[in-house]
Protein backbone atom coordinates (compact mmCIF):
# COMPACT_ATOMS: atom_id res chain seq x y z
CA UNK A 1 0.00 0.00 0.00
CA UNK A 2 1.62 3.50 -0.85
CA UNK A 3 2.46 6.14 2.04
CA UNK A 4 1.29 9.61 2.31
CA UNK A 5 3.07 12.60 4.04
CA UNK A 6 1.85 15.42 5.16
CA UNK A 7 4.49 18.30 5.76
CA UNK A 8 4.86 21.42 8.41
CA UNK A 9 1.66 20.62 9.89
CA UNK A 10 1.08 23.43 12.39
CA UNK A 11 1.65 22.33 15.95
CA UNK A 12 -1.87 23.18 17.46
CA UNK A 13 -3.33 21.18 14.72
CA UNK A 14 -1.43 18.05 15.31
CA UNK A 15 -2.47 18.46 18.65
CA UNK A 16 -5.81 18.28 17.91
CA UNK A 17 -5.41 15.19 15.86
CA UNK A 18 -3.53 13.79 18.42
CA UNK A 19 -6.48 14.55 21.36
CA UNK A 20 -9.19 13.28 18.39
CA UNK A 21 -7.10 9.98 17.85
CA UNK A 22 -6.81 9.27 21.35
CA UNK A 23 -10.06 10.27 22.50
CA UNK A 24 -11.59 7.44 19.45
CA UNK A 25 -9.16 4.88 20.49
CA UNK A 26 -6.88 4.96 17.65
CA UNK A 27 -3.45 5.70 16.64
CA UNK A 28 -2.95 8.85 14.89
CA UNK A 29 -2.66 7.26 11.59
CA UNK A 30 -5.37 5.17 12.39
CA UNK A 31 -7.51 8.58 13.01
CA UNK A 32 -6.12 10.31 9.68
CA UNK A 33 -7.00 7.14 7.24
CA UNK A 34 -10.54 7.45 9.41
CA UNK A 35 -10.80 11.42 8.56
CA UNK A 36 -9.72 10.52 4.42
CA UNK A 37 -12.78 7.94 4.39
CA UNK A 38 -15.32 10.30 5.77
CA UNK A 39 -14.17 13.28 3.31
CA UNK A 40 -13.86 10.86 0.44
CA UNK A 41 -17.08 8.49 1.09
CA UNK A 42 -19.86 8.55 -2.31
CA UNK A 43 -22.39 9.45 -0.07
CA UNK A 44 -20.78 13.04 0.70
CA UNK A 45 -21.61 13.15 4.19
CA UNK A 46 -19.77 13.30 6.75
CA UNK A 47 -20.19 10.97 10.09
CA UNK A 48 -18.04 12.97 12.18
CA UNK A 49 -18.99 13.17 15.82
CA UNK A 50 -17.86 16.22 17.40
CA UNK A 51 -16.96 15.97 20.84
CA UNK A 52 -18.28 18.41 23.89
CA UNK A 53 -15.06 20.52 23.58
CA UNK A 54 -15.61 21.23 19.91
CA UNK A 55 -18.97 22.15 20.49
CA UNK A 56 -18.61 24.74 23.07
CA UNK A 57 -15.54 26.04 21.22
CA UNK A 58 -18.29 26.84 18.76
CA UNK A 59 -21.28 28.13 21.29
CA UNK A 60 -18.56 30.30 22.31
CA UNK A 61 -17.61 31.82 19.19
CA UNK A 62 -21.81 32.63 18.72
CA UNK A 63 -21.03 34.86 22.39
CA UNK A 64 -24.64 35.05 23.49
CA UNK A 65 -24.87 36.89 26.15
CA UNK A 66 -28.71 37.51 26.95
CA UNK A 67 -31.46 35.95 26.31
CA UNK A 68 -33.11 38.61 24.13
CA UNK A 69 -29.99 37.90 22.00
CA UNK A 70 -30.94 34.09 21.13
CA UNK A 71 -34.74 35.35 20.79
CA UNK A 72 -33.50 37.45 18.13
CA UNK A 73 -31.47 35.71 16.33
CA UNK A 74 -33.90 32.49 15.98
CA UNK A 75 -36.42 35.60 14.59
CA UNK A 76 -34.17 36.23 12.32
CA UNK A 77 -33.44 32.58 11.49
CA UNK A 78 -38.08 32.35 11.06
CA UNK A 79 -37.60 35.74 8.96
CA UNK A 80 -35.14 34.02 6.50
CA UNK A 81 -37.58 31.03 5.37
Same mark, same amino acid.
Given at each position: ?? /? %???????????????????????? $??? +? %???? %????????????????? +??? $???????? %????? +???????? /?????
Amino acid at each position: MP /D %LSIKNVPSKELERLRGRAKRNHRS $LQG +E %LRVI %LAQALSSDGQRHVKTTF +EEA $LTELRKVA %LKTPA +ESTRMVRE /DRDER
